[in-house]
């Protein structure tokens, strides 16, 4: 009955016993961190690790309740949080300038009927071509078919296979095959067959048997290039004049840094720009890379604060460094201290829930179950500093009562994030 889930969870069993090889032989964090290969593999396997979970069913993990489903669940989180810069599970509304959609998350969007890929310059190359990809099919526009499939690209031609390819295409020891790729000309259409065709090798462009998909397909692409315009159409020349007034490139304004004694903020006053940031502790010879700054930053110890405003097609702000001195504050620690707890637990029907809030502020209190879905929103309001109560009757969003079992809380303020497990017994 389950054997899809155990294939499943098999998958996910492997994937954080490579987690381990790629973290292992590490002294310590940084190490690893500075490591962009073993790091970028580690994070691409914590998402798996996500997946692997979201597709158990409901009935599988309430009869295996001894796995802490939400934390394992929660590595897919962290890792886009921490990694890609989203929130995989926030509710933060979606620009309408944005072409990409979620595809974790609360905001997950459904699969899209087509997918869109375009080609233009390739170091000091160009070639404008344009693909539409649905489930099965993929379609090819090639807007110059007189340039060849193959050009010298610089920093491709800095790896030895590439140039043991060239050296073999001019002995002619390339099957018929491989030297497609050195065809002189190109159709102005291709239409491949991926599931047939995974290579992309029989060009059913010809083929009347696919008139129709073909018409499909470059329909989309046209309708594509309608609704968000091509700026392939346009000379390089022109664009750049476009985007640089008096052909000045344009400079992103230097971030201001501020420190109210606890958290450093930061703000750039260019639109579309992001922050890169460093905080190096007194006596420290080395930190992890630079995070892109999105929320403000906890101080615990002296040191410099080093960050950099930066927006592509921009040159990048001057450095600009910060000395911080924690030994100047005045409030305890004990101040500023986010704590939440709830008793009974396990409970039934109802548990009170106490928390301590460091400073005032908008603030969110919510109840998920053990697949991490949120079943009660108990707080979304603005709440001052200081200690409070507030209780649940085991009841979701629309007043219906839940079921016996794990669920997890998550306290969230503008600056801080803590987690807890009650049980509903009954």
């Not at 998958?11 to 190490?31: C, E, F, M, R």
């Not at 599988?60 to 810069?85: L, S």
């Not at 291709?190 to 029989?202: A, G, I, K, V």
Request: proline share 5%.
């Amino acid at each position: 009955m389950f054997e899809k889930d155990r294939l499943n969870l098999l998958t996910l069993l492997d994937t954080i016993v490579k987690i381990a090889k790629y973290s292992s032989g590490y002294k310590n964090s940084d190490d690893f961190y500075e490591n962009q290969r073993d790091f970028d593999a580690s994070m691409m396997n914590f998402i798996i690790i996500g997946e692997m979970v979201s597709r158990l069913s409901d009935k599988f993990i309430e009869e295996n309740n001894q796995i802490d489903w939400f934390k394992i669940r929660g590595f897919r989180n962290i890792v886009a949080h921490d990694y890609f810069g989203i929130d995989a599970e926030a509710d933060i509304p979606i620009p309408d300038y944005y072409q990409g959609q979620p595809f974790l998350g609360t905001q997950k969007a459904e699969p899209r009927t087509y997918v869109f890929g375009a080609r233009d310059r390739m170091d000091l190359e160009y070639d404008m071509v344009r693909a539409v990809r649905d489930k099965r099919y993929k379609y090819f526009r090639n807007y110059q078919p007189e340039l060849p499939y193959y050009q010298n690209i610089i920093y491709r031609l800095q790896m030895d296979m590439m140039n043991e390819m060239l050296q073999m295409h001019a002995d002619g020891k390339l099957n018929a095959v491989q030297e497609l790729w050195f065809r002189q000309s190109k159709p102005e259409e291709e239409l491949y067959d991926t599931w047939e065709d995974p290579h992309e090798l029989n060009n059913l462009a010809a083929d009347p048997a696919y008139a129709e998909k073909l018409a499909e397909l470059r329909a989309a692409h046209l309708d594509w290039q309608e609704k968000h315009g091509d700026l392939g159409f346009i000379d390089e020349k022109e664009l750049r004049a476009q985007f640089w007034p008096e052909d000045s490139q344009p400079k992103t304004a230097e971030p201001v840094v501020t420190y109210d004694g606890e958290y450093v903020s930061i703000t750039c006053e260019t639109p579309g720009s992001h922050i890169v940031y460093k905080h190096l502790s007194t006596g420290a010879k080395r930190q992890r890379p630079y995070p892109i700054y999105v929320e403000p930053v906890p101080i615990h110890s002296d040191g410099t604060f080093h960050c950099r405003s930066e927006r592509y097609g921009y040159l990048p702000s001057k450095w600009i460094t910060t000395e911080i001195t924690t030994s100047v504050q005045t409030k305890s620690v004990s101040d500023y201290q986010l704590a939440i707890s709830n008793y009974p637990n396990p409970f039934n029907p109802q548990t009170t829930f106490t928390f301590t809030l460091p400073q005032s502020g908008q603030i969110n209190l919510s109840i998920f179950n053990a697949l991490g879905k949120k079943v009660k929103t108990l707080i979304d309001a603005n709440y001052n500093r200081g200690k409070h109560q507030l209780k649940w009757d085991g009841t979701d969003d629309v007043g219906k009562q839940v079921s016996s079992g794990v669920y997890y809380y998550r306290l969230q303020t503008p600056r801080q994030v803590l987690t807890g497990k009650t049980i509903l017994s009954k």
